[in-house]
């Protein structure tokens, strides 16, 4: 089936220009629509996003911040900038947003080279446990400059032991302590997180790249109260365009040892915009920067507490749905839009299911389940997660047919020709959920 690609492609001629890119995103565009996308980190975005992005923006060099460019010719970036910023700051409660990191994995490195000197200690969350590997694993930035420790969750309990926290904290004094997952299914307790790096001293951080969105519609704790700086992606539960963000709520308690409340945050602002900008990143993606204006706009519609509402029922059912077929979910449940599912007890690897699954039109990640004995190429979990199906318009009932399709899927594991047959169920019931 051929699609009608929106405008943005249509317009720009992209088909008869160069068609095997056309063909190419075509066939994406095709694959997205028929699917079921599982994947916990992904989202579709709104029309209105996408034509964002695919602007003349992306030709403007805007080096620097509104008001204060290294580049003549801003006068009009300067204005998208800053509504993308203060739309960002109404979304979060925020006293201070940079709206400029290209990604994640780039804010929170701005964030480290703004307070952190080579060789300090960080305290992050294991990435074995579901931590992010900017977080100061050995293979990223984070773990080669500076030394990295870890907490993880409870060998019983699949959560996070905060007494172990403590512990740590106390043992490893590090100068900047990061809470925030990937793969984590509980809420935070960042009240708790705070008084211990008090305690020692440390700057403490939230990447909430995960459950943005449900920490801005309230649904989930508000690390805006606790922590000094707050990071997120813009295109996970957020469901922006890729991209990533900094904030500072109102209390910052002179973090940085400084005098003034009023004064630190300025000098705090000025610390975090030199971290991203000269300090990590050259140009900013002004292209990219306007589409996040269009969904900060967009996360602020009542629709979108609705939509996130809806997600997290979502996530509960499937939980619930999966334990009845005698799945085991790390923690026994969520809290949030994702769950991770450890399959050691039906005898399936995570690579294998997430392959098996691939070609039944339904697409997860495999993932390490904490203390897993399995390789990460390997792993015996499984991480999936409701956003972008939810984006979609499925509910409750359309979650429980999707663990009846996976379940059917990983029981029967060397099973092709029933994986093609529920591919072709798949995108029978894909076709009633429009997608662009
Ligand atoms: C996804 C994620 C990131 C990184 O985002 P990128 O845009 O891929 O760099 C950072 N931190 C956490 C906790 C994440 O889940």
Redesign the pocket.
């Known amino acids: 089936m051929k699609s009608e690609l929106h405008y943005i492609y249509r317009s720009f001629n992209l088909k008869k220009m160069d068609h095997k890119v056309f063909n190419l995103i075509d066939e994406e565009l095709q694959r997205q629509r028929f699917g079921i996308e599982l994947i916990a ?1 992904e989202n579709f975005t709104s029309q209105a996003v996408l034509d964002a992005m695919g602007t003349c923006l992306t030709n403007k060099y805007a080096e620097g911040y509104p008001g204060r460019r290294y580049y003549g010719g801003c006068e009009i970036v300067d204005q998208i900038e800053q509504l993308a910023i203060d739309r960002l700051k109404e979304l979060f409660g925020a006293e201070y947003a940079n709206v400029q990191p290209h ?4 804010a ?1 490195a701005a964030v480290f080279l703004a307070v952190l000197k080579p060789g300090d200690n960080i305290l992050g969350f294991d990435l074995s446990h579901g931590g ?1 590997l ?1 977080h100061g694993s050995t293979v990223n930035y984070s773990g080669k400059v500076y030394k990295p420790h870890f907490y993880g969750v409870s060998r019983e309990t699949g959560v996070i032991d905060m007494d172990v926290v403590e512990k740590k904290a106390h043992e490893v004094k590090p100068k900047l302590i990061i809470c ?3 793969a984590y299914a509980r809420d935070w307790d960042y009240a708790r997180f705070r008084s211990i790096a008090n305690d020692v001293g440390a700057l403490l951080l939230a ?1 909430i ?2 459950p943005a969105g449900l920490i801005a519609t309230g649904l989930l704790n508000d690390p805006m109260q606790h922590c000094h700086i707050v990071t997120s ?1 813009t ?2 539960t957020l469901r922006g365009p ?1 991209g ?1 963000l900094i904030m500072m709520g109102k209390n910052f308690e002179n973090p940085f040892g400084l005098k003034t409340k009023k004064g630190s945050l300025r000098k705090m602002s000025g610390i975090l915009n030199s971290g991203v900008f000269p300090g990590m990143q050259g140009g900013p993606l002004e292209h990219v920067i306007a589409a996040k204006a269009v969904a900060f706009g967009e996360a602020l519609q009542p629709a979108y507490k609705e939509y996130c509402k809806q997600v997290m029922k979502n996530a509960q059912t499937m939980a619930e749905v999966l334990v009845e077929r005698g799945y085991n979910i790390v923690s026994g449940g969520t809290s949030n839009h994702l769950m991770l599912i450890d399959l050691r007890n039906k005898g399936v690897s995570g690579r294998d299911a997430e392959n098996a699954l691939g070609r039944a039109g339904i697409t997860v990640n495999k993932n390490m389940v904490p203390f897993d004995d399995k390789s990460p190429m390997i792993t015996s979990g499984l991480r999936i997660g409701t956003p972008a199906i939810t984006t979609r318009g499925l509910d409750e009932k359309a979650c429980q047919k999707i663990v009846g399709y996976m379940d059917d899927v990983i029981m029967d594991i060397g099973n092709e020709k029933r994986q093609q047959a529920i591919h072709e169920e798949v995108k029978g019931m894909m076709k009633n959920f429009p997608l662009y």
């Open positions: 980190s990604s994640g994995a780039q929170n992010h900017s925030g997952a990937s990447d790249a995960h992606t295109h996970k890729r990533g």
